[in-house]
């Protein structure tokens, strides 16, 4: 069942277009990989679908409804959660208020004792427990990933989008990620990763989709999208692509 | 430790209460101001402590009330009810105008709001037939005496300084303090956790108008005399954010500290040296801003965390 459908997304910033009649579906429950070079747009996409900014054109169906031109909070209510690339958290609160502010404002939680409750468990889950009562200023990167993670589940949320969860971490750290980003899907909650470490999204994702100069230029199952000659030019340039297409791998 | 505000902010209360039955005219003067001052600076403690928005809108809002309150009056208006309605056009006035200049942040948002007391002062400048312009505006003096007068003002600056310090703890432990701090934290976060930001904001700024417009009506009545300067005064404007960061921003006690010690400085150092005053209140702007910018309560609560 599809959830959440984007329609011939754009976005232009005067004269540049950062993406350009994008156009996809997600289904339920599944993990779906987003990559690109450098400056692909893949973070103004998903910006664009969390309503950080307004579109210049398309439409975004969500659970059946349309939701275009929605606003951030609007669509973390709804359940389009997301986290950001470069950390975003509420750095003189503790990490137990960070979680308490999803739980409470995009999860709905009933009361703040509630929202203290599920925050604790959500921590828990991400491994945070101990650093409940600290700063989250004071965390480390890999930590602050996490709180990002725990936050962004707090909210409760039916479509995850996680920019780069993983940049900055070491290779530990990224398996560690991983297991945690499975268990999250094992949950029912549908996951978009932004990665440029291919391990990551090939191991993850059942579907991958590629951007370049903001289109869409290929979609589809993993091993299909990394053998496309147009993705292979995408990274690699034309004259690496016409070589590796001339041998069939 | 949690019960310390509360306490403190009673004894407080009582003492500025109980100046009428221990101390001369003068003294009650003084405690007068102090309540006015506590209930101005906890007013923008909730904009500008909380939210974290350097508002210098204090004067807009007071000048405002101040006008209202006494046109009202001088219409025949009932004295409290008129400085009620004041309280209710300054907030209505704070909302629309809260909508449009907080898409602003940071310097900008500084700069539109003193646009604000700016405008405003104008305005009561030029329309002359309403306002009596440039020459000012008598209102109505109380019958009863100045005794009387003193204890009436006195009481009813300190009734507005209750409101809004029960405001205040309301909004500190309740969703929307929470929402205001997240939104001081980080806005497009605090977006992104579902906080409707353009709201919460205009919910903040209408707190921090709705007893600046009562003070303001109340001050025109008490000093029976207004003008567009004195009403719309810059030095308020500024005062008020310097009362709060002297004492600690967005905490409950910290706008009572700050404007406590700002005005007894006022009284006991700078009434001293007349031609220097305003040169003080830069250097003391200046040392905050160096040396303590969490606010005098941050002494203590660093001792704590030490401890």
């Given at each position: 069942?599809?959830?959440l459908?984007?329609?011939?997304?754009?976005k232009?910033f005067?004269?540049?277009?950062?993406?350009?009649?994008?156009?996809f579906?997600?289904?339920?429950?599944e993990?779906?990989?987003?990559?690109?070079?450098?400056g692909?747009g893949?973070?103004?996409l998903?910006n664009l679908?969390t309503?950080?900014?307004?579109?210049?054109?398309?439409?975004?169906?969500?659970?059946?409804r349309?939701?275009t031109g929605?606003?951030?909070?609007?669509?973390?209510?709804?359940?389009l959660?997301r986290?950001f690339q470069?950390v975003?958290?509420?750095?003189?609160?503790t990490?137990?208020?960070?979680v308490?502010a999803?739980?409470?404002f995009?999860?709905a939680?009933?009361?703040?004792?509630e929202a203290?409750?599920?925050?604790m468990e959500h921590?828990?889950?991400a491994?945070?427990?101990?650093q409940?009562?600290?700063?989250?200023?004071s965390?480390?990167?890999?930590?602050?990933?996490?709180?990002?993670l725990a936050k962004?589940l707090a909210?409760?949320?039916?479509?995850?989008?996680?920019?780069?969860?993983n940049?900055?971490?070491?290779?530990?750290e990224?398996?560690?990620?991983?297991d945690t980003?499975?268990?999250?899907?094992?949950?029912?909650?549908t996951?978009?990763?932004?990665e440029?470490?291919m391990k990551?999204?090939?191991s993850?994702?059942q579907?991958?989709?590629v951007?370049?100069?903001?289109?869409?230029?290929?979609?589809?199952?993993s091993d299909?999208?990394v053998?496309?000659?147009?993705?292979i030019?995408?990274?690699?340039?034309s004259?690496?692509?016409a070589?590796h297409g001339?041998?069939?791998? | 430790?949690?019960?310390?505000?509360?306490v403190a902010f009673v004894?407080?209360?009582?003492l500025?209460a109980?100046v009428?039955?221990i101390a001369?005219?003068y003294f009650?003067?003084?405690a007068?101001?102090?309540a006015?001052?506590?209930?101005?600076?906890?007013?923008w403690?909730?904009?500008g402590g909380y939210?974290?928005y350097?508002s210098?809108?204090?004067a807009?809002f007071?000048?405002?009330?101040a006008y209202?309150g006494a046109?009202?009056?001088?219409?025949g208006m009932?004295v409290?009810?008129a400085?009620?309605?004041?309280?209710?056009?300054v907030?209505?006035?704070?909302a629309l105008?809260g909508?449009?200049?907080?898409r602003?942040r940071?310097h900008?948002?500084?700069i539109g709001?003193?646009a604000l007391?700016?405008?405003?002062?104008?305005?009561?400048?030029?329309?002359?037939?309403l306002?009596?312009g440039?020459?000012?505006l008598?209102?109505?003096?109380?019958?009863?005496?100045?005794n009387?007068?003193?204890?009436?003002?006195?009481?009813t600056?300190?009734?507005i300084?209750?409101?809004?310090f029960?405001t205040?703890v309301?909004?500190?432990?309740?969703r929307l303090g929470?929402?205001l701090r997240?939104i001081?934290?980080?806005?497009d976060a605090?977006?992104?956790?579902?906080?409707d930001?353009?709201?919460y904001?205009?919910?903040?700024f209408?707190l921090?108008?709705v007893?600046?417009?009562a003070?303001?009506?109340?001050y025109a009545?008490?000093v029976?005399?207004?003008s567009?300067t004195?009403?719309?005064s810059?030095?308020?404007?500024l005062?008020?954010?310097?009362?709060v960061?002297l004492g600690?921003?967005?905490?409950?006690?910290g706008?009572?500290v700050?404007?406590?010690?700002f005005v007894?400085?006022?009284?006991t150092?700078w009434?001293?040296?007349?031609d220097?005053h305003q040169?003080v209140?830069g250097?003391v702007?200046?040392?905050?801003i160096?040396?303590?910018?969490?606010?005098?309560?941050?002494?203590f609560?660093r001792?704590?965390?030490?401890?």
């Amino acid at each position: 069942m599809t959830i959440l459908q984007i329609d011939g997304l754009s976005k232009s910033f005067g004269g540049v277009q950062a993406v350009r009649n994008v156009s996809f579906s997600l289904a339920e429950g599944e993990i779906v990989g987003l990559i690109g070079p450098n400056g692909a747009g893949k973070t103004t996409l998903i910006n664009l679908i969390t309503g950080v900014f307004p579109m210049s054109a398309g439409r975004i169906v969500f659970q059946g409804r349309d939701v275009t031109g929605q606003r951030p909070y609007q669509a973390a209510r709804r359940g389009l959660a997301r986290t950001f690339q470069i950390v975003q958290p509420f750095a003189a609160m503790t990490v137990l208020e960070n979680v308490v502010a999803g739980a409470l404002f995009a999860g709905a939680a009933p009361s703040r004792t509630e929202a203290r409750r599920q925050a604790m468990e959500h921590l828990e889950f991400a491994g945070l427990a101990a650093q409940a009562e600290r700063p989250a200023a004071s965390l480390t990167l890999p930590s602050r990933k996490r709180l990002e993670l725990a936050k962004s589940l707090a909210m409760k949320p039916k479509v995850l989008l996680l920019d780069e969860v993983n940049a900055g971490l070491n290779t530990a750290e990224i398996d560690q990620a991983l297991d945690t980003i499975r268990r999250i899907s094992a949950r029912g909650v549908t996951i978009v990763i932004v990665e440029h470490l291919m391990k990551v999204v090939l191991s993850l994702s059942q579907r991958i989709i590629v951007l370049h100069h903001g289109e869409l230029i290929s979609a589809g199952k993993s091993d299909e999208v990394v053998n496309d000659p147009r993705v292979i030019e995408a990274y690699l340039g034309s004259k690496f692509a016409a070589r590796h297409g001339a041998r069939p791998a | 430790m949690k019960r310390l505000p509360y306490v403190a902010f009673v004894l407080w209360f009582l003492l500025l209460a109980a100046v009428p039955f221990i101390a001369s005219n003068y003294f009650v003067k003084i405690a007068t101001f102090l309540a006015m001052y506590a209930a101005l600076a906890l007013s923008w403690n909730f904009i500008g402590g909380y939210t974290g928005y350097p508002s210098f809108a204090t004067a807009a809002f007071f000048g405002l009330g101040a006008y209202t309150g006494a046109l009202l009056q001088n219409a025949g208006m009932w004295v409290g009810l008129a400085w009620a309605c004041a309280a209710i056009v300054v907030t209505v006035f704070a909302a629309l105008i809260g909508f449009a200049i907080l898409r602003m942040r940071g310097h900008y948002f500084a700069i539109g709001s003193i646009a604000l007391v700016e405008a405003l002062m104008l305005v009561a400048s030029i329309a002359a037939d309403l306002t009596g312009g440039g020459e000012g505006l008598n209102v109505k003096i109380m019958p009863g005496g100045p005794n009387y007068i003193g204890r009436v003002f006195l009481y009813t600056m300190l009734g507005i300084m209750l409101a809004a310090f029960i405001t205040t703890v309301l909004v500190d432990r309740g969703r929307l303090g929470f929402g205001l701090r997240c939104i001081q934290q980080n806005e497009d976060a605090a977006d992104m956790v579902g906080i409707d930001t353009r709201r919460y904001k205009t919910a903040a700024f209408a707190l921090s108008a709705v007893f600046c417009g009562a003070i303001g009506a109340a001050y025109a009545s008490w000093v029976a005399y207004i003008s567009p300067t004195d009403s719309f005064s810059i030095l308020l404007t500024l005062k008020v954010p310097v009362m709060v960061l002297l004492g600690g921003p967005g905490t409950v006690l910290g706008p009572i500290v700050g404007s406590a010690a700002f005005v007894m400085m006022e009284e006991t150092i700078w009434a001293r040296y007349l031609d220097y005053h305003q040169a003080v209140l830069g250097l003391v702007i200046v040392l905050l801003i160096f040396f303590l910018p969490g606010g005098l309560l941050r002494i203590f609560t660093r001792r704590r965390v030490a401890a």
